[in-house]
């Protein structure tokens, strides 16, 4: 018996031909890599050849070739095609990110055709790596981060290729070169302004909006006059907008951190009022009755079965309101604050053309709520692995 080679704990859901879209895609991508090599690749190419005058694009460009032609023809498919495509893509986007960022403005259309090929080909990666289906939780974990990260790095080299290709003004769109400059020469001043605004502002206004809001809620549940009075009005408050809250609480509050935390505290606290309030009210008739002939008291029912069902609304308002805590801190930041603060930060580079620190502090503020929404959803599938949503 012949050894079998080790498994990487990767195979395909079913083994089937091309789709119609990837066979399009790989044969159109196969050609444009044929034909881009008698195109110019900048404006400086004298010869129509330009593809030889740029050695690391044409090496990525004859890898392209050697990869696509068995992946069209099923002879490459598999782990291995979608390694080899990954591969294939990134050392492409790079040759072609270095290749541009010497002569900004002078893409030619050779130049574009291989910006196409690359694209096409981390679009086949992509399509590979969704067919694949793991065998152990490593590998499943890995995937799920793959699929997502390639999506995300793509769009950050498609802008840094279109933007530095055709030559836009920084102070309309920096690429994102600069932006992570920006990033690596500013760490002291985007971590002030991260303190101001997340860890005061966000964090404390969110713990008061949302505890508040659930210990509210369960006084609706438990006083019904309240329901018909307070949710009304708690739905008119929750229109008003920001723009004009915010000013009011600094003049409540001052131009610290605590208006912008109350800020918070007003865009959180209806959210979660509704959310559990809903949620409270989701055990049916028959739940009720068997938790009454068992003789639960009140508190008995609310914590045992009413509270763990309505868990699923809960951690829907807190996800909800994590990114509108950020949102509202942000704006708030707009209308008086101390020279710290994202809101600040941005507000204030607009006006002196810094468009990459602006772009730096927004970065700083997405990368924050998205982990921030993480954690929520981590906290959500550890407290609700029960329900159906989180089991599937």
């Known amino acids: 018996m012949s050894a079998q080679p080790p498994s990487l704990g990767l195979e395909l859901a079913e083994r089937r031909p091309l789709g119609p879209v990837k066979a399009l895609l790989s044969s159109l991508a196969l050609v444009v890599a044929v034909v881009a090599t008698m195109l110019p690749v900048t404006a400086s190419d004298t010869l129509q050849l330009g593809l030889f ?11 392209a070739v050697i990869v696509l032609a068995p992946y069209r023809l099923r002879f490459l498919q ?19 990110v270095r290749l541009i960022a010497g002569v900004p403005g002078q893409a030619a259309s050779g130049y574009w055709a291989y910006v196409f ?36 790095a793509w769009l950050l080299i498609l802008w840094q290729v279109l933007v530095v290709g055709f030559a836009v003004p920084k102070v309309l769109l920096p690429p994102p070169s600069d932006i992570w400059a920006r990033l690596l020469t500013s760490p002291a001043v985007l971590w002030a302004d991260f303190r101001q605004t997340f860890l005061k502002g966000v964090l404390v206004g969110y713990a008061i909006g949302c505890g508040s809001g659930f210990l509210v809620a369960i006084l ?15 739905n008119l408050v929750s229109a008003l ?11 409540w509050f001052g131009f610290d951190w605590p ?28 739940q009720l009755d068997l938790m009454h002939t068992y003789a639960a008291s009140y508190p008995q029912t609310l914590l045992k079965m009413r509270l763990p069902m309505a868990m699923p609304f809960v951690f829907n308002a807190l996800k909800i309101n994590s990114t509108l805590a950020l949102i509202g801190a942000i704006v708030a930041e707009f209308f008086g604050t101390p020279i710290v603060g994202m809101g600040f930060r941005i507000s204030t580079e607009v006006g002196r053309m810094n468009i990459d620190m602006v772009w730096a ?16 959803t981590l906290v959500e599938r550890a407290v609700t692995f029960w329900h159906p949503s989180v089991r599937g």
Not at 53 to 63: C, G, T
Not at 124 to 147: D, F, N
Not at 220 to 234: A, I, K, N, Q, T
């Open 53 to 63: 005058r740029h050695p690391l694009l044409a090496i990525s460009a004859l890898a």
């Open 78 to 96: 598999g782990p291995q095609a979608t390694f080899a495509l990954v591969a294939v893509s990134y050392v492409m986007a790079f040759a072609l």
């Open 117 to 152: 090929v690359a694209w096409a080909v981390a679009w086949l990666s992509v399509e590979e790596m969704a067919a694949l289906t793991p065998r152990g939780t490593v590998w499943k974990r890995l995937l799920a981060l793959a699929i997502p990260l390639t999506f995300g």
């Open 220 to 234: 609706v549940d438990r006083v019904p006059f309240l329901r018909r009075g307070l949710l009304p009005v708690g």
């Open 241 to 251: 907008p920001i723009i004009g809250v915010a000013p009011i609480m600094v003049m």
């Open 259 to 286: 208006s912008k935390a109350a800020v918070v505290v007003i865009m959180t606290f209806f959210p979660m009022l509704v959310n559990t309030v809903t949620g409270l009210a989701a055990a049916d008739r028959m």
């Open 361 to 376: 502090s927004i970065a700083v503020a997405a990368l924050a709520g998205s982990l921030f929404y993480a954690l929520v």
